[in-house]
């Protein structure tokens, strides 16, 4: 992958797909998937134009889609784990354990 500021550049390979499971006719596909596609703003589920122009692909997002990788939430039984410790450690720099 290069990157120059804001433009990065990936290279694929098309790949040959029957046009479905009782056809000999064959077409072209490729696939994108990557972290990177969501720090462009593709996430799951959006909404994508695709503009064929002069021999280029131009992809943009139409939707926003949805965040796939939420922060993680910690449970509640590993937060009073975390308070007790807190607690603990406290007491023993206030020299009262």
């Given at each position: 992958?290069?990157?120059?500021g804001?433009?990065?550049t990936?290279?694929?390979?098309?790949?040959?797909?029957?046009l479905?499971?009782?056809?000999?006719?064959l077409?072209?596909?490729f696939?994108?998937?990557?972290?990177?596609l969501?720090?462009?703003?593709f996430?799951?589920?959006?909404?994508?134009?695709?503009?064929?122009r002069?021999?280029?692909?131009?992809?943009?997002?139409l939707t926003?889609?949805?965040?796939?990788?939420?922060p993680?939430?910690?449970s509640?039984?590993?937060?009073?784990g975390?308070?007790?410790?807190?607690?603990?450690?406290?007491?023993?720099?206030?020299?009262?354990?």
């Amino acid at each position: 992958m290069e990157n120059n500021g804001n433009l990065s550049t990936r290279k694929i390979t098309v790949q040959a797909k029957y046009l479905d499971s009782g056809s000999r006719r064959l077409t072209s596909q490729f696939l994108l998937s990557g972290m990177w596609l969501e720090d462009a703003g593709f996430k799951p589920g959006a909404i994508v134009e695709v503009v064929v122009r002069n021999g280029e692909l131009i992809l943009k997002p139409l939707t926003e889609g949805r965040d796939m990788n939420p922060p993680d939430k910690m449970s509640r039984r590993k937060q009073l784990g975390i308070e007790k410790m807190t607690r603990m450690a406290e007491a023993i720099a206030a020299g009262q354990v």
